[in-house]
């Protein structure tokens, strides 16, 4: 086995990046890192920066596409680190010291992140023996019933793997099921209203109106609990790990697929701030403390590498950034409030300054509370927007181009927005589980202006058939009219609804 | 080995059953040979992709960052701007998959069937290779090999005693010095020359010849992975034929009529000027409109492959294509003739899908 720990003067450049970090009030988990050759990171990047997954083909596709870029088109990847305590970070051997000390303050910051941040607060900190296990059970399932079934049923897991709630690990939702699965028989609704003790005051004490109004109520209640769910259930995963006529493996091998996608979830819903926070703070640390004269000009180099834009692209790194140095500043200067948002002068707010103070203390809040959808939702600026030369694009049928549509500050929040909640995925629900009072599903998809793509909806269709076993229905939107798309197992239908 | 070779694995069988499964059509496609390198071929294979509920991506569009007015094109259709995490996956909707071309004629065989070729009686042949992989005692100072020989001193001063590692100096003497030598192997050798012949006669369009050159690619990737060493010689011809090179080959465009023995007689004096039938395994793939100047010529090709050319050769393939004006006779002619001698093939090609067929018919007899 090679040695992997960090070499002596990259061991104090860490001790001294950490104790600058902790001066900076940055509180992380102990970091280990390793330094490994790149097809040994390439192949724990493939993995998802864990050493040990259970065996499935989109890893080895994974590690190709990555070994590849890296070949031909000269991508590299500076650094990884995990969300676990001890947090594993990876360093590229031979990568020079500079590059090193840059990547292991973007790391601790990362790691802070990873700890305070209140998305994070579910996570499985225990990740990395988690997954090892969850390798362990897959490959016994393999021994036991055979590699090409459980590829294949893997597969079908992976197809359905973003349909789970991405906030159910923070709050309470009603129950796919109350406990009184049997509705009593057909009685007939009686309403009782209160007491009457004098018949001529019946109408007045007890309305005709309300009475048939509670009856309506009681009824649809009634319907409720005849219904199955008897709430639209978001976590299609879950559900049909309830409810799915599975094998004892295939529940497991269920179970850990939707695991592992909630562990990774957070890391999706705060991409541009961790990033960004991670940014901020190896620009930081770098630029002010550690960087010695001779490297600042690498530095510089790396870091308007990891920065870039190009191509209209917008990237993750630099916008979270950007974005947290922007709100440094309003807060230092107090561009926040009721005084300042009703100011009209524009000369006026851009020099507005009241010597706050409060930036540091603000980002670190929002480091705490907020992901990227919050985030951008409050504190998105049209100045930001004009200054950073944000703007939307779309389709353009005629020229089979894409083109810059807008420079509208609404539309530009709009769309980030957009692409942000849910992760940029469609809104699925279970809406029926005995549809047609027949044990079919019945999909509904909450249509936000885009439709599905299509071929892959099938696909997905296909092989949710393949472990609910019953026919498939999903209400959509295609092209402005809604439709019912049906799978029996053989044959997909079509048919208007409205 | 590394962990995710095993994925890797599983991820390489998976894109050469694609492969294999749409091999057909890819048969049938010319621009495969434009991405052939020395060793590999690049193959487009559909994205590989795991579905799930996705939105479509062109309606939804996205948000970038850069200069440019409202109206401005920022990218191509199919190359949709990624936004990172933050939104729209980077537009990947081909895979390019390097294939060896060994691999590729793996695929080949298994998925035609074509059984290994028997080399006709060569098994006897071997070639005597000098490897300099020995060591010997005695040699010339210019293969002295030094690591060996330090190492015979420092062997020798260690067991007498004369080492002192606080003053290690090594000091060879004649004993100790090793020199590199060879050995010699032995290895069976077969070898293969591929003659192919082309009518450029008039008759003969653009089509015709891509359909030749998608054959020949594939005969060429088949008869590659048997043999180790592979000649390949070009003969067109129209009334008169002439030896080409592979350039010309593929694009040379003459006129005028079709006398197919011109080429015949060609590559029967190629054969035995520079392939002699008993050392050579000989491969001539003939392809025409089946046009022949009269029933002259075409009685003198059958009495030219009777007599001199079949006994010579492992396999006699003649491929027809189909064209505009040629009547087609030859592959008659030749099935009349000659048709129960397991020496030679016909097949007509009548459009790219029969490229298919026609390689299992040329390769599937294991000649």
């Given at each position: 086995m090679k040695n992997t720990r960090l070499p002596p003067q990259l061991e104090a450049a860490r001790e001294e990046i950490e104790q600058i970090a902790r001066d900076y009030n940055l509180d992380f988990f102990p970091i280990i890192y390793e330094v490994l050759d790149y097809r040994t990171l390439y192949e724990t990047a493939a993995f998802g920066g864990f050493p040990t997954r259970y065996p499935h083909w989109r890893f080895g596709m994974e590690f190709d596409q990555l070994l590849k870029g890296h070949v031909w088109a000269g991508s590299t990847i500076y650094e990884m680190v995990i969300n676990t305590n001890p947090s594993y970070a990876y360093l590229l051997e031979g990568n020079e010291d500079v590059t090193q000390k840059m990547v292991m303050a973007h790391v601790t910051g990362h790691v802070d992140f990873f700890k305070n941040n209140m998305w994070f607060a579910h996570t499985n900190r225990k990740m990395l023996d988690t997954m090892a296990n969850h390798a362990t059970r897959i490959q016994r399932i393999i021994d036991r019933i055979g590699f090409d079934v459980v590829e294949d049923f893997i597969d079908t897991c992976l197809s359905l793997e973003n349909l789970i709630d991405y906030h159910s690990p923070y709050i309470r939702r009603p129950e796919a099921q109350t406990y009184r699965p049997v509705v009593a028989e057909e009685e007939p609704i009686e309403v009782e209203g209160l007491v009457v003790e004098r018949d001529y005051m019946r109408d007045y004490i007890n309305p005709p109106e309300y009475l048939e109004e509670r009856r309506k109520k009681l009824e649809a209640e009634r319907?409720?609990?005849?219904?199955?769910?008897?709430?639209?259930?978001?976590?299609?995963?879950?559900?049909?790990?309830?409810?799915?006529?599975?094998?004892?493996?295939?529940?497991?091998v269920l179970e850990i697929v939707r695991d592992e996608a909630y562990y990774f979830a957070p890391q999706g819903m705060t991409k541009i701030l961790n990033e960004g926070w991670a940014s901020y703070w190896h620009s930081t640390i770098m630029t002010q403390k550690v960087a010695s004269a001779a490297e600042i000009i690498s530095f510089a180099d790396l870091h308007s590498g990891v920065v870039a834009t190009g191509g209209g692209r917008l990237n993750p790194y630099k916008l979270g950034l950007e974005l947290l140095r922007d709100v440094e500043d309003r807060w230092n200067k107090g561009k926040f409030g009721k005084e300042y948002d009703e100011c009209e002068d524009i000369r006026e707010k851009k020099l507005w300054d009241r010597g706050l103070g409060l930036g540091r203390k603000k980002i670190f809040e929002i480091r705490r509370l907020y992901n990227d959808v919050t985030f951008i939702d409050e504190f998105l600026t049209p100045e930001f927007v004009l200054e950073n030369k944000l703007f939307t694009f779309r389709y353009n049928r005629d020229t089979d181009l894409y083109e810059i549509a807008s420079r509208e500050f609404r539309e530009i929040k709009e769309k980030l927005l957009f692409r942000l909640t849910n992760f940029g995925q469609p809104f699925i629900y279970v809406e029926d589980g005995n549809y047609n009072n027949r044990g079919e599903l019945y999909l509904r998809h909450r249509h936000e202006g885009v439709d599905l793509k299509m071929d892959y909806a099938r696909d997905t269709m296909r092989n949710l058939h393949k472990i609910w076993t019953r026919p498939i229905h999903l209400e959509t939107i295609i092209e402005e009219k809604k439709r019912l798309l049906s799978f029996d197992g053989s044959d997909f239908t079509e048919r208007r609804i409205d | 080995m590394k962990r995710v070779d095993r994925d890797l694995g599983r991820f390489r069988q998976i894109v050469r059953g694609k492969i294999k499964k749409d091999l057909r059509k890819y048969m049938s496609h010319g621009e495969m040979i434009g991405r052939q390198g020395k060793r590999f071929v690049s193959i487009p294979v559909p994205q590989i992709d795991i579905p799930q509920f996705r939105y479509g991506a062109r309606q939804g569009g996205g948000v970038g960052q850069g200069?440019?007015?409202?109206?401005?094109?920022?990218?191509?259709?199919?190359?949709?701007?990624?936004?990172?995490?933050?939104?729209?996956?980077?537009?990947?909707?081909?895979?390019?998959?390097?294939?060896?071309?060994?691999?590729?004629?793996?695929?080949?065989?298994?998925?035609l069937q074509l059984p290994n070729i028997q080399p006709k009686g060569k098994k006897n042949i071997v070639s005597e290779k000098d490897k300099y992989s020995g060591i010997r005692r005695t040699g010339p100072n210019s293969l002295r090999h030094f690591k060996r020989t330090y190492r015979e001193a420092l062997r020798r001063q260690i067991s007498a005693g004369d080492y002192d590692s606080a003053d290690p100096i090594v000091v060879p003497i004649r004993d100790d010095m090793r020199y590199r030598s060879w050995k010699e192997t032995m290895l069976p050798e077969s070898n293969a020359v591929i003659i192919y012949m082309m009518d450029v006669s008039g008759s003969m369009g653009t089509e015709q010849k891509e359909l030749v050159r998608i054959t020949a690619f594939w005969i060429e990737t088949w008869l590659r992975s048997q043999y180790k060493e592979i000649d390949i010689r070009y003969i067109v011809h129209d009334a008169a034929a002439k030896e080409v090179d592979q350039e010309t080959f593929y694009h040379i465009?003459?006129?005028?009529?079709?006398?197919?023995?011109?080429?015949?007689?060609?590559?029967?004096?190629?054969?035995?000027?520079?392939?002699?039938?008993?050392?050579?395994?000989?491969?001539?793939f003939h392809f025409s409109d089946?046009?022949?100047?009269?029933?002259?010529?075409?009685?003198?090709?059958?009495?030219?492959?009777?007599?001199?050319?079949?006994?010579?050769?492992?396999?006699?393939?003649?491929?027809?294509?189909?064209?505009?004006?040629?009547?087609?006779?030859?592959?008659?002619?030749?099935e009349e003739y000659l048709g129960n001698d397991d020496r030679i093939v016909v097949s007509e090609i009548a459009e790219r899908d029969d490229i298919y067929d026609t390689i299992k018919d040329f390769l599937g007899k294991g000649k």
């Open positions: 319907a409720r609990q005849r219904r199955f769910p008897e709430n639209p259930q978001k976590d299609i995963l879950l559900f049909l790990m309830n409810y799915a006529p599975l094998e004892r493996w295939q529940h497991t | 200069d440019g007015d409202v109206g401005d094109p920022i990218a191509q259709g199919d190359g949709q701007p990624g936004q990172g995490q933050a939104g729209s996956e980077p537009g990947k909707h081909t895979l390019e998959v390097d294939v060896s071309l060994e691999e590729l004629a793996a695929i080949l065989g298994e998925e465009r003459e006129g005028g009529g079709t006398k197919i023995s011109s080429a015949y007689k060609l590559c029967n004096r190629l054969i035995d000027e520079r392939y002699p039938a008993a050392e050579w395994n000989i491969y001539p089946g046009d022949n100047w009269g029933g002259g010529d075409t009685r003198e090709c059958i009495e030219l492959l009777k007599r001199e050319l079949l006994p010579k050769v492992n396999l006699f393939c003649y491929g027809q294509v189909r064209s505009l004006y040629g009547s087609g006779r030859f592959a008659h002619d030749l």
